[in-house]
T-cell receptor, first 110, second 115 residues
Framework: RKEVEQDPGPFNVPEGATVAFNCTYS??????FFWYRQDCRKEPKLLMS???SGNEDGRFTAQLNRASQYISLLIRDSKLSDSATYLC???????????FGQGTILTVHP | DVKVTQSSRYLVKRTGEKVFLECVQD?????MFWYRQDPGLGLRLIYF???????EKGDIPEGYSVSREKKERFSLILESASTNQTSMYLC??????????????FGPGTRLLVL
């Protein structure tokens, strides 16, 4: 079983749609959780951290369920510029070492 | 703004060649990482370093070595390149401290083709 699993998609949605991505992780000792965004042929960049209480940043909402070892990302009112690969990322115990999911591809069309 | 630079964006090498990939960060970060990214497999950690002259194996270290002689520079070495090392290589850095809560900043990547 992979340490971090995501549905690779692709997700094709119209502008204005709401889309949700899910991710599961296998290591119950994982401490920190993130969503990174990677544009085509670019490097990954941090989108947002994920907290147990849930957190929101504009149109983006992230949720963490430690009991189920499940992370989600909700994007409301999708924009064309949201088209990218979204990486679910989990941190272990030290040195900022991260484990990445394989990514979910999102394409927002007019 | 944190800047992580990599020596080459594209590289073509022949099987058996020794290959050096250089990474430099300008934010005095303690921790540096080398990943490779392949379709369907995501990013996989090759090696990381948490201090000068210190290194730790990641998940897929075979066929690679690293060097960190200065804090700002982390080099990935392919001792004898093979075709299965054709990939996108990404360097990243992060400050030390709270063990995983810090943002990792990535370089632009090097696309390596081994013929």
């Amino acid at each position: 079983r992979k340490e971090v699993e995501q549905d690779p998609g692709p997700f094709n949605v119209p502008e204005g749609a709401t889309v949700a991505f899910n991710c599961t992780y296998s290591n119950s000792a994982s401490q920190s959780f993130f969503w990174y965004r990677q544009d085509c042929r670019k490097e990954p960049k941090l989108l947002m951290s994920v907290y147990s209480s849930g957190n929101e940043d504009g149109r983006f909402t992230a949720q963490l369920n430690r009991a189920s070892q499940y992370i989600s990302l909700l994007i409301r009112d999708s924009k064309l510029s949201d088209s990218a690969t979204y990486l679910c990322v989990v941190s272990g115990t030290s040195y900022g070492k991260l484990t990445f999911g394989q990514g979910t591809i999102l394409t927002v069309h007019p | 703004d944190v800047k992580v630079t990599q020596s080459s964006r594209y590289l073509v090498k022949r099987t058996g060649e020794k290959v050096f990939l250089e990474c430099v960060q300008d934010m005095d970060h303690e921790n540096m990482f080398w990943y490779r990214q392949d379709p369907g497999l995501g990013l996989r950690l090759i090696y990381f370093s948490y201090d000068v002259k210190m290194k730790e194996k990641g998940d897929i270290p075979e066929g690679y070595s690293v060097s960190r002689e200065k804090k700002e520079r982390f080099s990935l070495i392919l001792e004898s390149a093979s075709t299965n090392q054709t990939s996108m290589y990404l360097c990243a850095s992060t400050s030390g401290g709270t063990g995983g809560l810090e943002t990792q900043y990535f370089g632009p990547g090097t696309r390596l083709l081994v013929l």
